[in-house]
């Protein structure tokens, strides 16, 4: 059963920082592309960041480019989101996806088949 568990969202000020986990079971990581999503009220869902594990490729949205990093840790099957000098225009619920067989990273998200709960990050002016 796969299965993707995210961890470290919360409330923070502008300009604050968070990092998200993303811990993902039931797959060989090397195998897939894990990918960070967000969905804020009343939008749509959107990809933030992805990365492809079994090199590191990564790409990110224009709005998080230079404020955000994404990394994995392949040992636990673990991939990060930090998040800098955030604003209230981050304020979603924020997802890790992972979708198989691609060796690119994916920011569209209608691809994906393998969702994790999200956990919300809200970000006060």
């Known amino acids: 059963e796969v299965q993707l568990v995210e961890s470290g969202g919360g409330l923070v000020q502008a300009g604050g920082s968070l990092t998200l986990s993303c811990q993902v079971s039931?797959?060989?990581?090397?195998?897939?592309?894990i990918g960070w999503f967000r969905q804020a009220p009343g939008k749509e869902r959107e990809g933030v960041s992805c990365?492809?594990?079994?090199?590191?490729?990564?790409d990110y949205l224009d709005s998080v480019k230079g404020r955000f990093t994404i990394s994995s840790d392949n040992a636990k099957n673990t991939v990060y989101l930090q998040m800098k000098s955030l604003k209230p225009g981050d304020t979603a619920i924020y997802f890790c996806?992972?979708?198989?067989?691609?060796?690119?990273?994916?920011?569209?998200?209608?691809?994906?088949?393998?969702w994790g709960q999200g956990t919300q990050v809200t970000v006060s002016s």
């Open positions: 039931g797959i060989t990581f090397d195998y897939y592309a």
């Open positions: 990365i492809t594990p079994d090199d590191g490729t990564t």
């Open positions: 996806g992972a979708i198989y067989g691609v060796h690119v990273p994916v920011l569209d998200p209608r691809p994906y088949l393998y």
